[in-house]
């Protein structure tokens, strides 16, 4: 199991590879390079899972297992690529979001617990309503218009993204959580593909909102291997926040929502953005799981 020198010492290699040696051997090797014991060790199931086609909970009864060399070839790859800076994510191609599973590439930015915040107050607001319409600006995997979807059956989603790449990744996701009929997805800039006179009850969006000096400072699996396009928020992160703020008027039916995704110290600068559109009457501001600010809302008056 001992990888190439570039990236030794190693661990010292046990005598049989066995699943369990190489879990043990691969989460302290993978937390000399930088996760934390835990965070290793979860990576080191993942991706040795991914590669014998398994759940991670099988590893734990397949422990005395002796993988073939194809199998150890496979996943010493993936382990190389790993500490070269790959996300995990990226490497089995997939992540669960909403307790739904997705399929994610480079093409597309890989979905965080935080935005499941803004899933849930989403819900939260079509929940009551009678077939509800929503737009999604900046879809990415599709995770949040397909979680909709999923969790309300009558309502009609129109998902956008400027990238035809990320809008292929979405459609699968669509097709895979068995939404795609009720999810019509859009190639653009924003509002830019939105047909003339459509308008919906919610608009959704995580847009970009990362500053250039913040992109400097991320994990290098973020920083090299994650879309800049779903990343660079412009000079102060807001850009996208103004243009969402100038258009939502257009879009949005009277009394109809608006629920947008914020960085942890964006809060008060979106909501000024927001109230500055007389259209708008501004709402709540909603936190994570971690209690820092995470999504912000607003009505058509």
């Given amino acids: 199991m001992p990888l190439e020198p570039a990236i030794t010492p190693a661990p010292t290699a046990p005598t049989v590879w066995t699943i369990k040696a190489l879990l043990d051997w691969t989460t302290d090797f993978l937390a000399k390079k930088g996760p934390a014991p835990t965070a290793a060790r979860l990576e080191a199931q993942i991706l040795l899972a991914h590669v014998l086609k398994c759940k991670k909970v099988d590893l734990l009864v ?34 669960e979001f909403y307790l739904l599973p997705f399929e994610v590439s480079p093409a597309v930015l890989i979905p965080r617990p935080d935005t499941e915040t803004l899933v849930t107050e989403s819900l939260g607001v079509i929940k009551r309503m009678v077939a509800p319409t929503v737009l999604d600006l900046g879809t990415g995997s599709g995770c949040i218009a397909v979680c909709l979807a999923h969790h309300k059956k009558e309502a009609r989603i129109t998902a956008v993204d400027i990238s035809p790449d990320a809008l292929d990744v979405a459609r699968g996701n669509a097709i895979r959580n068995g939404v795609a009929d009720r999810i019509t997805f859009l190639q653009g800039d924003l509002f830019g593909p939105v047909p003339a006179g459509a308008v919906f009850d919610v ?14 400072e991320l994990a290098p699996d973020v920083r090299d291997h994650e879309p800049r396009l779903a990343l660079d928020g412009g000079t102060d992160g807001l850009a996208f926040y103004r243009r969402i703020a100038s258009g939502v008027g257009a879009v949005l039916k009277p009394g109809g929502s608006l629920l947008v995704e914020i960085g942890s110290t964006q809060d008060e600068a979106v909501r000024a953005i927001l109230s500055a559109n007389p259209d708008l009457e501004l709402g709540k501001t909603v936190r994570d799981s971690s209690g820092l600010p995470r999504v912000v809302s607003a ?3």
């Fill in 203 to 216: 608009v959704v969006s995580n847009p970009p909102y990362v500053t250039p000096g913040e992109l400097a």
């Fill in 62 to 95: 397949r422990y005395d297992e002796q993988p073939g060399e194809a199998d150890r070839a496979a996943f010493r790859g993936l382990i190389k690529r790993r500490v070269d800076g790959w996300p995990v994510a990226y490497l089995v191609g997939s992540r």
């Fill in 299 to 301: 009505r058509k008056r």
